[in-house]
């Protein structure tokens, strides 16, 4: 099943230290030698200042090998480091905690410079040491004092730049402390700041060859970071997969998925099937969801497949049963091993098992009780109780009953209303009649297909391919960490 681990194209767009949740998995998953995913740990541990746990995977890595002197020097570096920038930040503290300053204190930040330098002489230099001693404090892996300072520095903060940053380490903060609903309120609002902000400075850009593309890159790195991150956040969220059907379906990280990173596809799917019995009791969006995803896993098969996507294909697009059951017994393993999914995997097999014998019983009047058991990996016992679970729950717009002598369900379909069926037979025929006129219309004005110089010479300016980063530079509290 290594071959289905999309560990090493998840990491690069993910913080180190989110990094760490997802090798601890592919340890317990046995996907890799043990060794290389802790020689792994080990690597990405050094750029860090948790000390202590890099000198744990020293140990268990080279139990034979005295732990080298940088450790114990990077340690009293590191706690001297500490005690100074604590100083620093623990003077604003001081002062914005008392209650007439948070009393005073307002909506305007400018205002509030204002206030702060008037009365306990606290600047610019000042509030940004919040911002420094947090983003230490997530360097150590003290991931709670580390949002409490960066949260009061986005308070008092009007620098746009470290304002993000402190957004991003924030998010990062709530999803290692397991904090989901606060995570997915920072989620949501930093989502608003890049589609705001950067699509605005994408919008707003220079006149220049390459000023506006770059404005637009960079929203979209952003935007690829942002759904990787998300990742955490939704499927440990309630309502997650929900959400992430709505955010991940929208245009623009829609477009962002097949440009950037394909291979989201599997958690689109995932979560679309999921929620599908669910939401199907009360309205049509999860089936809306599920043929959208669809088209987009048939556009992009080139760039990703894997057997969640294949399931769906072959299920959806090419009618082959057996072989939708092949792929769901894999994608079940898939499931299991993947650390955003192993939670989901009893869901998702219930749920998968509900699409084959919906779509099998939506072009079958007839169906032998056995078969679809074998269909559906059950036994005759178990595929008796499932599909009459199935009749009683399912809406077919169909009656069905099951016939016990001959283990076969009868399903009896009425035929459709006359006037839908002309309804259907003659959709879209005004607007194929208005093209076909305009042809006809263009034929006889003597217009005729581009060929010789002027073809070539409309050409010339044809872009030829679109502009696909391989791989997003990272948020900045990220790149300044170390």
Known sequence: MAEYDITEKLIPFIDKHLAFPVLTHLLETALFPEEDVRAAQYELAKTTNMVDFTVQLFQQLYPDEEIPQEFADKRDQALQKAEQLETDAQVVLEVIEREEVAQALRQDKIQNLHYLKENYNLTLDHIQALYTFGQFQYATGNYSNAAEYLYHFRILSTDADLNLSAHWGKLACDILFGQWDTALEELNSLRETIDSRLGSAAANAPA???????????????????????????????????????????????????????????????????????????????????????????????????????????????????????????????????????????????????????????????????????????????????????????????????????????????????????????????FRTQALGAAMNRKAAGETMETGEEGKNKGKGRRTGAQQPSQPAAPSIVATEA
């Open 208 to 430: 220049g060859p390459n000023a506006s593309s770059e404005a637009a890159l960079a929203q979209l790195q952003a935007r690829t970071w942002l759904i990787h991150w998300s990742l955490f956040v939704y499927f440990n969220h309630a309502q997650g997969r929900s959400l992430l059907l709505d955010t991940f379906l929208s245009p623009a990280y829609l477009n962002t998925i097949q440009t950037s990173c394909p291979w989201v596809l599997r958690y689109l799917a995932v979560a679309a099937i999921v929620t599908r019995k669910s939401a199907n009791a009360t309205s049509g969006r999860a089936r809306h969801a599920l043929r959208e995803i669809v088209r987009v896993i048939q556009m992009e098969e080139y760039q990703y497949t894997d057997p969640i996507t294949q399931f769906l294909k072959e299920l959806y697009l090419e009618f082959d049963f057996d072989a939708a059951q092949k792929s769901l017994a894999i994608a079940e393993k898939v499931v299991e091993n993947d650390f955003f999914l192993w939670d989901l995997k009893q869901e998702f097999l219930d749920n998968s098992r509900y699409l084959i014998s919906e779509a099998y019983c939506r072009i079958h009047q007839r169906i032998d009780i056995d078969d679809l058991s074998s269909r559906l990996n059950l036994s005759q016992e178990e595929g008796e109780k499932w599909i009459v679970n199935l009749i009683r729950d399912m809406r077919m717009g169909a009656d069905a009953k099951i016939d016990l002598e001959k283990n076969i369900i009868h399903i009896n379909r009425p035929p459709a209303p006359l006037y839908q069926a002309v309804i259907e037979k003659t959709r879209g025929l005004a």
